[in-house]
Nanobody, 126 residues
Framework: QVQLVESGGGLAQAGGSLRLSCAASGRTFGSYAMGWFRQAPGKEREFVSAVTPSGGITLYADSVKGRFTISRDNAKNTVYLQMNSLKPEDTAVYYC???????????????????WGQGTQVTVSS
């Protein structure tokens, strides 16, 4: 069982930055792929970014590529999402997700993640 707790959300101006953190419980954090997803009001949950257990491979949605950076610290059981050049369309609840990493298993599909955090609100004003 893995428990995830996000933090770092809040209000930012367009062009500003925020860093989200997701702290995970459990001894097997180093075996889990970690993902960030977001859901805006009235929209479906969408993939933002993901990282392999070692941190060696990262994935990004086209909408955030070049602006967001995912990273992880396995010693601290924590994954981060550095969000720069924020836009109003980045406004959403951001969720951290975890699941065992398997070669060939997609990391950008929410249905393949079994563990989720409670979400943290990010609001970007224009």
């Amino acid at each position: 069982q893995v428990q995830l707790v996000e933090s770092g959300g809040g209000l930012a101006q367009a062009g500003g930055s925020l860093r989200l953190s997701c702290a995970a419980s459990g001894r097997t954090f180093g075996s889990y792929a970690m993902g960030w997803f977001r859901q805006a009001p009235g929209k479906e949950r969408e993939f933002v970014s993901a990282v392999t257990p070692s941190g060696g491979i990262t994935l990004y949605a086209d909408s955030v590529k070049g602006r967001f950076t995912i990273s992880r610290d396995n010693a601290k059981n924590t994954v981060y999402l550095q969000m720069n050049s924020l836009k109003p369309e980045d406004t959403a609840v951001y969720y951290c997700a975890a699941d065992l990493f398997l070669i060939g298993k997609p990391m950008d599909q929410s249905r393949l993640y079994n563990y989720w955090g409670q979400g943290t609100q990010v609001t970007v004003s224009s």
